[in-house]
């Protein structure tokens, strides 16, 4: 059951470092737009330890909260239920607080990912490669396992890693081809190429960008563009953010709370574009 929409409600993004979190700015656009005057959301630090007092003081007016690095993982045994979607990658993003009570996990960032790709026109590819193996590429593979019919390439710097992301892979029913991270630059002639890195990680690689791109899906949005990201464009490469993302993931995360459709994605997407751009 979804949280009223009417009565005043709260919900908040969790995690640590959280200063730098959009997800205020995009969900107070979204109660604006719904009309949702006393809604608010919040931010606050939070680690693994102190995950389950946090929960332990939520009352009755808390509608849902979201949830950032590092407490995707830890916060599934607090949980009543988690999603399929949230299971086949062992990470929760979205928590809903039910009217009865409950604790409803969820991860949004995986349609969301998904629904970034369509918005750009891109439906299906016949083969991918992700630049990187951290959490975020997990979830891309599970994206990658809704839209790839073919192999996906994932650039890496050790052999655990190689070994987490072919795990990985089977698990979520994808082809999945491992190669060492100097070998990066031949990541940039895929049909579509997911970088999944830290701030900087895939800056040498800028130079290497072929006259024809495709598309790049690069998952940062501060800074914007990366180096990668700039020359993806310059070239005529179709380039989706970050931003799209994280206000595609946010457009879900709100519906859940609020049990209102469709979100306003404009409006969420208008307000973390001022919030970079006052940065």
């Not at 102190?50 to 993982?73: D, N, Q």
């Not at 369509?118 to 590819?125: L, M, N, S, T, Y």
């Not at 491992?178 to 130079?207: K, N, R």
């Not at 914007?224 to 931003?243: D, H, I, K, Q, Y």
């Given at each position: 059951?979804?949280?009223?929409?009417?009565?005043?409600?709260?919900?908040?993004?969790?995690?640590?470092?959280?200063?730098?979190?959009?997800?205020?700015?995009?969900?107070r656009?979204?109660?604006?737009?719904?009309?949702?005057?006393?809604?608010?959301?919040?931010?606050?630090?939070?680690?693994?330890?102190?995950?389950?007092?946090?929960?332990?003081?939520?009352g009755?007016?808390?509608?849902?909260?979201?949830?950032?690095?590092?407490?995707?993982?830890?916060?599934?045994?607090?949980?009543?239920?988690?999603?399929?979607?949230?299971?086949s990658?062992?990470?929760?993003?979205?928590?809903?607080?039910?009217?009865?009570?409950?604790?409803?996990?969820?991860?949004?960032?995986?349609?969301?990912?998904?629904?970034?790709?369509?918005?750009?026109?891109?439906?299906?590819?016949?083969?991918?490669?992700?630049?990187?193996?951290?959490?975020?590429?997990?979830?891309?593979?599970?994206?990658?396992?809704?839209?790839?019919?073919?192999?996906?390439?994932?650039?890496?710097?050790?052999?655990?890693?190689?070994?987490?992301?072919?795990?990985?892979?089977?698990?979520?029913?994808?082809?999945?081809?491992t190669?060492?991270?100097?070998?990066?630059?031949?990541?940039?002639?895929?049909?579509?190429?997911?970088?999944?890195?830290?701030?900087?990680?895939?800056?040498?690689?800028?130079?290497?960008?072929?006259?024809?791109?495709?598309?790049?899906?690069?998952?940062?949005?501060?800074?914007?563009?990366?180096?990668?990201?700039?020359?993806?464009?310059?070239?005529?490469?179709?380039?989706?953010?970050?931003?799209?993302?994280?206000?595609?993931?946010?457009?879900?995360?709100?519906?859940?709370?609020?049990?209102?459709?469709?979100a306003?994605?404009?409006?969420?997407?208008?307000?973390?574009?001022?919030?970079?751009?006052?940065?």
């Amino acid at each position: 059951m979804p949280a009223r929409a009417t009565d005043a409600r709260r919900a908040a993004v969790l995690g640590k470092p959280i200063a730098h979190s959009l997800s205020p700015v995009l969900h107070r656009a979204a109660y604006d737009a719904l009309g949702l005057t006393e809604w608010s959301y919040d931010r606050f630090e939070t680690d693994e330890d102190a995950l389950p007092g946090f929960f332990g003081k939520l009352g009755p007016e808390w509608a849902g909260l979201s949830l950032t690095m590092p407490l995707k993982r830890a916060v599934i045994p607090l949980l009543d239920e988690i999603s399929p979607t949230a299971a086949s990658v062992d990470a929760v993003n979205t928590v809903v607080l039910t009217e009865d009570g409950r604790r409803l996990g969820d991860n949004t960032d995986i349609p969301g990912m998904v629904a970034a790709l369509r918005e750009h026109g891109i439906e299906q590819v016949e083969s991918a490669a992700i630049l990187g193996a951290g959490a975020t590429a997990s979830s891309a593979l599970a994206a990658l396992a809704r839209v790839c019919t073919g192999e996906v390439v994932a650039y890496v710097r050790s052999e655990a890693r190689a070994a987490e992301m072919r795990r990985w892979g089977e698990r979520l029913d994808v082809d999945v081809r491992t190669a060492h991270w100097s070998d990066a630059e031949q990541a940039l002639g895929a049909p579509l190429v997911i970088a999944t890195t830290p701030a900087g990680t895939t800056d040498a690689l800028a130079v290497a960008v072929p006259e024809r791109p495709t598309t790049l899906f690069d998952v940062l949005y501060d800074p914007w563009p990366t180096e990668l990201a700039a020359r993806w464009s310059m070239f005529g490469g179709a380039v989706v953010s970050g931003l799209d993302l994280l206000v595609h993931q946010a457009v879900l995360q709100v519906e859940q709370m609020t049990g209102r459709a469709p979100a306003p994605l404009d409006a969420m997407r208008h307000a973390g574009e001022e919030a970079l751009a006052a940065r």
